[in-house]
T-cell receptor, first 115, second 114 residues
Framework: DTGVSQDPRHKITKRGQNVTFRCDPI?????LYWYRQTLGQGPEFLTY????????KSRLLSDRFSAERPKGSFSTLEIQRTEQGDSAMYLC?????????????FGPGTRLLVL | GNSVTQMEGPVTLSEEAFLTINCTYT??????LFWYVQYPGEGLQLLLK?????DKGSNKGFEATYRKETTSFHLEKGSVQVSDSAVYFC?????????????FGRGTSLIVHP
């Protein structure tokens, strides 16, 4: 399978704990995006990387959130001191710069539940 | 700014019925338009796209035509199946700030009964 993969698929944690999610993009894609999706809503953009550089961050991304893509391949999204409001599906997508309109391909998501 | 408005769901149909899910958009640039489908518990899958006015995107029996004059990109299928039950998202992207970060609608849930 050469699609976007995410790990874990589900995460249950207690309020105040830290969690980290991983995304592996399609291998030839140099752009990687993180989104958050809550029930009944479309995905909301959080941040994106071009290669290893984080080029844009949404105002939704509070200082408890940090994302990295150290070698320009996989990426991690960490949430520190989780809150119940962080419960959501976290989606990763990738695209290739220069592809027409840069269609994004999504992973299956990580569903986070904060108790 | 960019925005996407979709008809509210759920849309409930019998198998083999005709489907229309309305989508209209507002964009500052000249966007590309997309429909994504999300099956329960899964991420989004690209269903179809159109990149310029009057283009028709099609896939798996679904179609949508990019209508610049009405700023619309309605999704249609002539005969739905139970397996089409999912949430459908309309989205647009343009080169805002140097990257194609899409704007999504809220999604429309489709339920197809046998």
């Amino acid at each position: 399978d050469t699609g976007v993969s995410q790990d874990p698929r589900h995460k249950i944690t207690k309020r105040g704990q830290n969690v980290t999610f991983r995304c592996d993009p399609i291998s030839e894609h140099n752009r990687l995006y993180w989104y958050r999706q809550t029930l009944g809503q479309g995905p909301e953009f959080l941040t994106y990387f071009q290669n290893e550089a984080q080029l844009e961050k949404s105002r939704l991304l509070s200082d408890r959130f940090s994302a990295e893509r150290p070698k320009g391949s996989f990426s991690t999204l960490e949430i520190q001191r989780t809150e119940q409001g962080d419960s959501a599906m976290y989606l990763c997508a990738s695209s290739r710069e220069g592809q027409p309109q840069e269609t994004q391909y999504f992973g299956p998501g990580t569903r986070l539940l904060v108790l | 700014g960019n925005s996407v408005t979709q008809m509210e769901g759920p849309v409930t149909l019998s198998e083999e019925a005709f489907l229309t899910i309305n989508c209209t958009y507002t964009a500052t640039g000249y966007p590309s338009l997309f429909w994504y489908v999300q099956y329960p518990g899964e991420g989004l899958q690209l269903l179809l796209k159109a990149t310029k006015a009057d283009d028709k995107g099609s896939n798996k029996g679904f179609e949508a035509t990019y209508r610049k004059e009405t700023t619309s990109f309605h999704l249609e299928k002539g005969s739905v199946q139970v397996s089409d039950s999912a949430v459908y998202f309309c989205a647009l992207s343009d080169l805002s700030g140097g990257s194609y970060i899409p704007t999504f609608g809220r999604g429309t849930s489709l339920i197809v009964h046998p």
